[in-house]
């Protein structure tokens, strides 16, 4: 029930390798950053995602591996949380911000 979108700091070539990650399929939509001219963390690049997808801040949760990411996500009002490889702590947080995740 939830939408998954990719907002990557990548070049170009993204375009090229993303078809061949079995994973892509379960993503609804993409943002690279070489597209728009801009990169995470800065608040353009959210914001163009969220207009781009219809997506309302506050209903969304965005992880990232980069804490200054998240802390642009946070300052334009998406909730967020920094993922190192613990997929037990990012359900906990996912659970804290209300996403009804499976185990």
Known sequence: GYGIYLLSNA?????????????????????????????????????????????IPEECFFIDDVPANIEGALYCGIPGAVFHGDVALLRKQLAAAGVAVSQ
């Open 11 to 55: 070049s170009l070539r993204q375009h090229e390798y993303w078809p061949r990650i079995p994973a892509s399929r379960f993503f609804d939509g993409t943002i690279i950053s070489a597209d728009e001219k801009v990169m995470k963390p800065h608040p353009d690049l959210y914001h163009r995602a969220l207009e781009k997808f219809h997506l």
